[in-house]
């Protein structure tokens, strides 16, 4: 039997896109242990990381485009409660792994 695509499904070519996620707040120890517990941050597309006065979440999703892959991210960070995300960058690194780099991105120098 053919498969019959629906509404919801895309034609469009899955590639992994790479971006990274601020949070507003540096993480509680409460919102790691969540995030330790939860199946859908086991499969790292979704890496938590965590320095002195910061937060943030290196991305690695498939998706059809780059806002697909950027709103799962955001519905498997909508599983921590309190955690918000300020920003999302696109760093050197995710203009090259996206294949958006161009003579008008800056590059980082070594």
Avoid at 16 to 41: C, K, N, R
Wanted: glycine share 6%; aromatic share 10%; hydrophobic share 40%.
């Amino acid at each position: 039997m053919a498969h019959q695509m629906n509404s919801h499904e895309s034609t469009a070519a899955v590639r992994s896109w790479h971006f990274v996620m601020h949070a507003q707040e540096p993480f509680t120890p409460e919102q790691s242990d969540i995030m330790d517990g939860l199946d859908s941050f086991a499969d790292g597309c979704l890496g938590p990381e965590e320095g002195p006065a910061y937060s943030k979440f290196v991305c690695y999703f498939p998706a059809p485009s780059l806002q697909d892959a950027m709103v799962q991210a955001l519905e498997r960070v909508a599983e921590v409660p309190g955690v918000l995300i300020r920003s999302v960058e696109l760093t050197p690194y995710s203009f090259a792994h996206n294949g958006m780099a161009t003579p008008a991105v800056l590059h980082v120098r070594p």
